[in-house]
């Protein structure tokens, strides 16, 4: 059973840091896409970040390029999220999912961890 746990969310001021996590579990993910995702109170969820497990093709929503890093460790099976100059904006559930590159739905998703940023 695929098992994806998020964790490192918290409360920051506006322009700190915060590096979330992500351990994968229950299967192999060498040919699985990875994302990260967050839902603001609100809204709709969003892409934040994807990027193959083999650490290739990373991608960014616009609203955080030059500011998130998405990477993997293999050896940990874990995602991880950098995210840098955060912005009150940037407030929301982050949620990490999975999907097999050769599909287009992500169908493994973890339970969300809350970033709040205060200005």
């Known amino acids: 059973q695929v098992q994806l746990v998020e964790s490192g969310g918290g409360l920051v001021q506006a322009g700190d840091s915060l590096r979330l996590s992500c351990a994968a579990s229950?299967?192999?993910?060498?040919?699985?896409?990875m994302g990260w995702f967050r839902q603001a109170p609100g809204k709709e969820r969003e892409v934040v970040a994807t990027i193959m497990w083999s650490g290739t093709s990373p991608a960014y929503a616009d609203s955080v390029k030059g500011r998130f890093t998405i990477s993997r460790d293999n050896a940990k099976n874990t995602v991880y999220l950098q995210m840098n100059s955060l912005k009150p904006e940037d407030t929301a559930v982050y949620y990490c999912a999975a999907r097999p590159a050769t599909r287009g739905i992500f169908d493994y998703w973890g339970q969300g961890t809350q970033v709040t940023v205060s200005s």
């Open positions: 229950g299967r192999t993910f060498s040919s699985y896409v």
